[in-house]
């Protein structure tokens, strides 16, 4: 069984950053993404990266702000988040894509395990 463990968040003032990390045992190399949920809605793409991190993708609500990136020396994903905005405030997960595949994945049906979650508060 893999287990994600997720790590970070926090709360935060408006234009602030934070940093997420996200560690998969039994994944290493794998593509990976991050997720949110906003209460009352659906979970949402952030942004993912290939299994090398040669190529990554993000959400239009965070391109510019948010970089993913990943060390595979340590099997470590992270999410830097800067210029943080209230209607960022989510839950964010942690997403792993079970081999054989490489590339760069935005459903959250492509992600077989999943982080417990981690929670994000920006205030004005």
């Known amino acids: 069984q893999v287990h994600v463990i997720q790590s970070g968040g926090g709360l935060v003032q408006a234009g602030g950053s934070l940093r997420l990390a996200c560690s998969p045992s039994?994944?290493?190399?794998?593509?990976m993404g991050w997720f949110r949920q906003a209460p009352g809605k659906d979970r949402v793409f952030v942004a993912s990266?290939?299994?090398?991190?040669?190529?990554?993708s993000y959400a239009d609500s965070v391109k510019g702000r948010f970089t993913i990136s990943r060390d595979n020396g340590k099997n470590i994903l992270y999410l830097q988040m800067n210029n943080l905005r209230p209607e960022d405030t989510a839950v964010y997960y942690c997403a792993v894509r079970a081999p054989p595949f490489q590339g760069v994945y935005t459903q959250s049906s492509d992600y077989d395990d999943w982080g417990q979650g981690t929670q994000v508060t920006v205030s004005s």
């Open positions: 990266i290939s299994w090398n991190g040669d190529s990554a």
């Open positions: 039994g994944r290493p190399s794998s593509p």
